[in-house]
């Protein structure tokens, strides 16, 4: 059985980093884009920020850009998500998402994915 599982999300003040990390285990994801979503409390996802399988095309949300990064480690089956200086706005339950790189891009909606973990929180205090 295939999981994705987030980790590393918490509550921090405004100005903070975090380092979220979505682990896969029962399936490589060496042929998968990844990707992150998030949702915040009484909005709908939105996509963060997505890399491909290879790790050569990135794309990033310009809510987030210059201050997330994202990265992964096929070796390790992992993809990370880098977040500095934190803003109140950033707030929200952070998921990892994965789909087939001969179907999913890294501009594809969140709808084109297939795996999905269950999100790790992350709130930031202003």
């Known amino acids: 059985q295939v999981q994705l599982v987030e980790s590393g999300g918490g509550l921090v003040p405004a100005g903070d980093s975090l380092r979220l990390t979505c682990a896969a285990s029962g399936r490589s994801m060496a042929l998968y884009t990844m990707g992150w979503f998030r949702q915040a409390p009484g909005k709908e996802r939105e996509f963060v920020a997505a890399?491909?399988?290879?790790?050569?095309?990135?794309n990033i949300a310009d809510s987030v850009k210059g201050r997330f990064t994202i990265s992964r480690d096929n070796g390790q089956n992992t993809m990370q998500l880098q977040m500095d200086r934190l803003e109140p706005e950033d707030t929200g339950v952070y998921s990892c998402a994965a789909g087939s790189s001969f179907k999913v891009g890294v501009r594809s909606g969140g709808e084109d994915y297939t795996l999905w973990g269950k999100g790790t929180p992350v709130t930031v205090s202003s």
């Open positions: 890399i491909s399988s290879d790790s050569t095309v990135f």
